[in-house]
């Protein structure tokens, strides 16, 4: 670390010093990072190894509605969720600043009932279905966990439904220092939602799950409605008995983000920034939601070794860089099975909102995802 990053780091304001101490920022892992920067390592985020399209095998379909084995899995589900074994975590961190900077869990979905409330009636829904409310937990930043706790009230009881915050760091200028905005104070910012792991196991809510019995954690994004906790999928992650589930649905040309692939012969999600040079992603048909469903346990026990990926961004017009890790990267470290799922239809399960243009667009299909699922009546 530079004597001028060593310095500001040790002078920033004490509102400053504060809010990071509470989000748990790490500043050595912070200065190595910075060191990167001066190193000019953007291109770093490419892998190395091998990386070749999925194998026969890796991503299956589950089995055919009406079928005997589908019924069969449903009811693993249903036992599973009846013990209270299934646990459901939403992203909550992001401020729709596409949407005018709202906190996105608070927009309405559909008319009259916003995002977080659509969640809630799901858990309700459940409790009805087996006679127990699974625990819901939402893992929020420093710009979303006072609202969100705010809309909550007294239904936050911190265990059955509760939230947790996610990690704060700092943004670096281009040449690797510290960052300073119009204002003439740092600029903060969230690492993404690779912060997963370890907030939720930092708050204790997973532990006391797994002492409670807890066998299984799905997890998805707030705004994406059809990534729901289903005793069909609980049942097939439960079955297969490998760590971690991963949703997929058939990708369309506009789609850019995580794919399937095998990297040094190994099934994991690798996000496009960082396939090797010459590898066509259009090669993989289908592209990951965003939504995980985690053996308990192994999230639990999982210490790895995160990559912080080089993005480059702007804040007041000036360009800057910030470091993120994403929960995709698990695969990399656990046993992976990949699902493909419908992102059409009452079954979808691939409902993403990024703008008000698009909310517009998918309030039918919300709509009738939410009255299939119980969320809505």
């Known amino acids: 670390m530079t004597a001028s990053l060593s310095d500001a780091l040790d002078h920033l304001p004490a509102d400053v010093q504060a809010l990071l101490a509470h989000h748990r920022f790490d500043r050595a892992r912070f200065s190595r990072l910075a060191e990167r ?51 459901l975590v939403v992203l909550a961190g992001g401020m729709a600043t596409r949407m005018g900077g709202v906190v996105k869990a608070l927009v309405d979905a559909v008319p009259g009932h916003s995002f977080l409330d659509l969640r809630l009636a799901e858990v309700a829904h459940l409790e ?24 909550l009230g007294q239904r936050l009881d911190g265990e059955r439904i509760a939230t947790f915050t996610q990690g704060l760091s700092l943004r670096l200028a281009p040449d690797g220092s510290l960052f300073l905005g119009a204002d003439g104070r740092p600029s903060l910012h969230s690492p993404g939602h690779g912060d997963l792991p370890d907030a939720l196991r930092d708050s204790g809510l997973l532990a006391r799950f797994v002492e409670r019995g807890g066998k299984l954690v799905t ?19 439960l079955d297969h008995g490998r760590p971690v589930s991963c949703e997929v649905v058939d990708k369309l040309p506009s789609d850019r983000g995580g794919i399937p692939v095998r990297w040094n012969d190994r099934p994991v999600v690798l996000e496009e920034f ?5 590898f066509d992603p259009t090669c993989v048909p289908v592209f990951n939601t965003n939504t995980f469903h985690f053996t308990a346990r192994a999230l639990l026990d999982l210490k790895m070794e995160w990559t912080f990926f080089v993005a ?4 007041d017009d000036a360009p800057v860089v910030q470091f993120e890790r994403l929960i995709g990267e698990v695969t990399s470290h656990l046993d992976t ?20 243009d698009e909310l517009e667009r998918q309030r039918p299909a919300i709509e009738l995802c939410a009255r299939a699922r119980g969320m809505l009546r």
């Open 337 to 356: 099975r990949f699902v493909r799922l419908p992102r059409d239809g009452a079954e979808s399960r691939f409902l993403p909102v990024k703008d008000n």
């Open 274 to 278: 960082r396939l090797p040079e010459g």
């Open 37 to 87: 920067v001066r190193a000019g390592a953007a291109a770093s985020n490419r892998v190395g190894g091998t990386v070749a399209p999925p194998a026969p095998g890796d991503v299956t379909d589950l089995p055919p509605p009406g079928s005997d084995e589908r019924q069969r899995l449903e009811q693993l589900g249903l036992d599973a969720l009846s013990r209270g074994e299934c646990a």
């Open 128 to 151: 009805q279905l087996t006679g127990r409310a699974p625990p819901f937990w939402l893992m929020t930043s420093d710009s979303t966990d006072g609202p969100i706790r705010a809309a």
């Open 219 to 237: 997890m998805a994004n707030i705004d994406n409605l059809g990534g729901t906790l289903d005793p069909v999928l609980v049942g097939w992650h």
């Open 312 to 315: 480059q961004k702007k804040v």
